[in-house]
């Protein structure tokens, strides 16, 4: 079992941030792993955390305000502000429609077409040629928040990507690529940790001792293995776009409808 909870702790933060849909990836692997059940879903959400406390702390010096100035107040709520509107729809629609999503989509099929069709979107928008009028995330207005957090309700269906529905979302409104790849970090904090306190809530389970032990493995995977990625990823956006991710999806996709 610690095996497993390592395995499912490095595909969370290999993905979590990736726009290739951590969801979609931990679903296949619970499956081929034979690990599911109420445990494995808590597991799930709880690895979360440790993907969540990586950016954090990559992107400390612009979450956390540098001193108590008046201006450096100001940038913290303006990047801020922009963030609590940006989850406010996938707030509201996943209070109301995720449990039924879940229901219906939850599956091998369902994630392999999401993964597919994501990949050829972001393919189409690479292809595009986009005026990059917000190269600031506190250039952005709250209008293009709130409509990057409309993108970001698409991931509640499996196999989409909250990294890549929000990414997309930003690059159609003009943002450049490290903009969009920020913002869509900034929203993952409040997005992950709201969603995933709901489900802790609404999840029973009796936990046994060995099983905090595969908690806490999985956990610390997920973060150390997040922050590599992380600093990875915004390193290579700064030189290239994401086709390579559109690809993968595509590949992945397509071989998991032929193994189905």
Do not use: C
């Not at 201006?71 to 995720?98: M, T």
């Not at 046994?208 to 990875?232: C, D, N, W």
């Amino acid at each position: 079992m610690i095996l497993k909870a390592v395995i499912l702790g490095i595909i969370e933060g290999l993905t979590e941030f990736l726009p290739i849909s951590s969801t979609g990836h931990l679903i296949l692997a619970n499956e081929y792993l034979e690990f599911t059940g109420a445990f494995a879903n808590l597991f799930s959400i709880v690895i979360q955390s440790g993907a969540i406390l990586a950016v954090i702390l990559f992107f400390r010096k612009k979450i956390f305000p540098k001193d108590l100035t008046k201006a450096s107040l100001e940038k913290f709520w303006r990047l801020w502000s922009r963030v609590l509107v940006g989850i406010i729809p996938a707030g509201i629609l996943g209070i109301l429609f995720e449990e039924r999503i879940e229901a219906l989509f939850f599956n091998g099929t369902a994630v392999a077409l999401a993964l597919i069709v994501g990949g050829v979107v972001i393919i189409v928008m690479e292809k595009l040629t986009i005026e990059e009028a917000v190269t600031d995330e506190l250039e952005m207005t709250y209008s293009q928040a709130l409509k990057v957090g409309f993108f970001q309700t698409l991931a509640l269906f499996p196999g989409v990507s909250r990294s890549a529905a929000t990414i997309i979302g930003g690059r159609s409104l003009g943002f450049t690529r490290k903009v969009a790849a920020e913002f869509s970090f900034f929203l993952a904090i409040p997005t992950l940790l709201g969603a995933g306190l709901i489900k802790l809530i609404k999840t029973q389970v009796s936990i046994q001792k060995e099983e905090i032990l595969l908690l806490l493995v999985g956990t610390l995977v997920s973060f150390v293995v997040a922050y590599v990625v992380i600093a990875a990823f915004m390193a290579y956006i700064k030189k290239r776009d994401f086709k390579i991710f559109a690809y993968y999806r595509i590949i992945l996709g397509l071989l998991v409808l032929y193994l189905l």
